[in-house]
């Protein structure tokens, strides 16, 4: 067996011919040197080091060696005549699609009107929407200890992931800290998920509109994205029978994203029990982006997929960033929800490997983790939610009597979509065209849905002061009134 090191102190266990090619894995620590060989030997009771003072073998056949297996330099064979540093096909397919759009927009506001942006998915923007002083001292507590300096396993502390699995615990989903991986806010939460499910070729099935990230991280890695439709007059419910028409044995996983970014809108029980319905038949695991988790207005409920499911196999993806508005902490989570042994020790130890490609979530965070669990008061969840649908109806009852436009109601998160007749606005390409301009004229930016796979729509984000909110509706209504024209009354019309 040959122990390599390289200059950071990390041993990667390599076979040797007596070992018959069986890798033994050994867990690797971050070792101190200065300017010394460091020689790792694994025994039964632990790791074991010593300092080496000359080259090659030192004592029970361990030997200290070079990166390429070799105590000297290989040869080169050849010398490259020139510079040609090349970016990797994985950074050259990396796109997000919403950046894709919106730099391509020529965005100049009017200056006699100041900005309004609509755009950003960011509660903190505009500082309206402060987190509780409660989550506040947590943070400040676990600075003050000291204790969460250091670096922590990979999955993270012990007892931050037992917090988070009480915290989200139910009879009908139990969670023990096993199953739960901290992680550095939601999107490596999704990132995590994704890798462990999909090889290159295999596909996912994706939600149109939705949110751009599942995309880009797939396509960088290889994957295929098929997009199932969301049905607007459904209040964004999924086609089922379209999503089950894009499965095949190439399919690795589900993506249900609920409450939805970029709709706003909560599935109900039934919908989702179909949901499941559909991925159990094909034995499909499913993926549940629940960021926005418990940000449901007032008369509606969101149980959690693994909460409803008997058979299928979820992988949970949450965080701090939403619900407790503060989404620069990057504090997020897997919660892992097998059913039957379906996942078994491979998926749990896929993820465990996946997450020590970097060194885990903010130990600050973590430190502060289950006080801000236990200690939110109530009071906080229920004045967000309440401003989110304020704002919500403010912007749907004051958009739904513009000609021209239809707005879509949310149950809950942070958004609603606004549908565009465009055959109504000539003057227009499309939704980016149409939004492009509502900039230049009224200085109100709104995302157009097309960074969504969903032209034809904008997304409107409700975290605004309502004082904002009201006067970026009144501007939107100015400019389409200046822009909207009514159905041709001539006598071709007349005839078709």
């Given at each position: 067996m040959v122990l390599v090191s390289d200059v950071r102190g990390v041993y990667i266990a390599q076979p040797s011919a007596s070992t018959n090619g069986i890798l033994q894995f050994c867990r690797a620590e971050y070792l101190r040197m200065d300017n010394k060989a460091y020689l790792v030997q694994?025994?039964?009771?632990?790791?074991?080091?010593?300092?080496?003072?000359?080259?090659?073998?030192?004592?029970?056949?361990?030997?200290?060696?070079?990166?390429?297996?070799?105590?000297?330099?290989?040869?080169?064979?050849?010398?490259?005549?020139?510079?040609?540093?090349?970016?990797?096909?994985?950074?050259?397919?990396?796109?997000?699609?919403?950046?894709?759009?919106?730099?391509?927009?020529?965005?100049?506001?009017?200056?006699?009107?100041?900005?309004?942006?609509?755009?950003?998915?960011?509660?903190?923007?505009?500082?309206n929407l402060p987190t509780d002083d409660a989550v506040l001292q947590a943070l400040k507590d676990a600075i003050d200890s000291q204790k969460y300096n250091g670096y922590a396993p990979s999955v993270g502390y012990l007892k931050s992931r037992q917090a988070v699995a009480n915290f989200y615990s139910s009879p009908e989903a139990p969670l023990e800290a096993e199953d739960v991986i901290l992680t550095s806010g939601c999107s490596q939460a999704i990132e995590l998920a994704i890798n462990v499910f999909c090889n290159p070729g295999d596909s996912i099935l994706v939600p149109?509109?939705?949110?751009?990230?599942?995309?880009?991280?797939?396509?960088?890695?290889?994957?295929?994205?098929?997009?199932?439709?969301?049905?607007?007059?459904?209040?964004?419910?999924?086609?089922?029978?379209?999503?089950?028409?894009?499965?095949?044995?190439?399919?690795?996983?589900?993506?249900?994203?609920?409450?939805?970014?970029p709709c706003g809108s909560v599935f109900s029980k039934e919908h989702l029990q179909k949901i499941l319905k559909v991925a159990s038949k094909h034995c499909v695991p499913i993926l549940a982006d629940e960021i926005y988790?418990?940000?449901?207005?007032?008369?509606?409920?969101?149980?959690?997929?693994?909460?409803?499911?008997?058979?299928?196999?979820?992988?949970?993806?949450?965080?701090?960033?939403?619900?407790?508005?503060?989404?620069?902490?990057?504090?997020?989570?897997?919660?892992?929800?097998?059913?039957?042994?379906?996942?078994?020790?491979?998926?749990?130890?896929?993820?465990?490997?996946?997450?020590?490609?970097?060194?885990?979530?903010?130990?600050?965070?973590?430190?502060?983790?289950?006080?801000?669990?236990?200690?939110?008061?109530?009071?906080?969840?229920?004045?967000?939610i309440s401003f989110l649908k304020s704002n919500s109806e403010i912007c749907f009852n004051e958009l739904s009597s513009?000609?021209?436009?239809?707005?879509?109601?949310?149950?809950?998160?942070?958004?609603?979509?606004?549908?565009?007749?465009?055959?109504?606005?000539?003057?227009?390409?499309?939704?980016?065209?149409?939004?492009?301009r509502l900039v230049t004229e009224q200085s109100v930016f709104c995302l157009p849905a097309s960074a969504f796979e969903y032209p034809n729509f904008f997304r409107i984000v409700v975290t605004v002061p309502e004082a904002l909110m009201e006067e970026a509706c009144v501007r939107i209504r100015e400019f389409c009134q200046c822009y909207y024209r009514p159905p041709s009354c001539d006598g071709n019309d007349l005839d078709q």
């Open positions: 694994m025994k039964s009771t632990g790791v074991h080091g010593k300092t080496l003072t000359g080259k090659g073998m030192v004592g029970n056949g361990f030997h200290h060696v070079s990166v390429n297996g070799s105590l000297y330099p290989a040869k080169t064979k050849s010398r490259r005549q020139r510079w040609e540093v090349k970016p990797s096909e994985m950074a050259k397919n990396t796109l997000n699609p919403i950046r894709a759009i919106v730099d391509g927009m020529k965005l100049t506001p009017n200056p006699e009107k100041p900005m309004i942006s609509l755009s950003i998915g960011d509660p903190t923007v505009f500082g149109r509109p939705g949110f751009s990230l599942y995309k880009t991280l797939a396509v960088s890695m290889g994957i295929e994205v098929k997009l199932y439709n969301l049905l607007p007059e459904k209040s964004w419910e999924i086609d089922l029978q379209h999503m089950e028409s894009l499965i095949d044995e190439r399919t690795s996983c589900l993506i249900v994203t609920n409450p939805s970014n988790s418990d940000m449901v207005f007032p008369g509606c409920s969101c149980p959690s997929l693994a909460s409803l499911s008997s058979d299928v196999p979820v992988l949970s993806c949450g965080g701090l960033a939403k619900r407790w508005l503060v989404p620069g902490w990057r504090m997020g989570w897997i919660l892992i929800h097998d059913r039957n042994n379906i996942f078994g020790s491979e998926i749990r130890q896929g993820l465990v490997k996946l997450s020590q490609r970097i060194l885990g979530a903010c130990t600050i965070i973590q430190g502060a983790l289950e006080s801000i669990l236990n200690n939110t008061p109530q009071g906080f969840y229920s004045n967000t513009v000609p021209g436009l239809n707005p879509v109601m949310p149950s809950g998160a942070m958004y609603l979509m606004v549908g565009i007749e465009m055959d109504h606005f000539p003057d227009f390409k499309n939704d980016v065209d149409f939004t492009e």
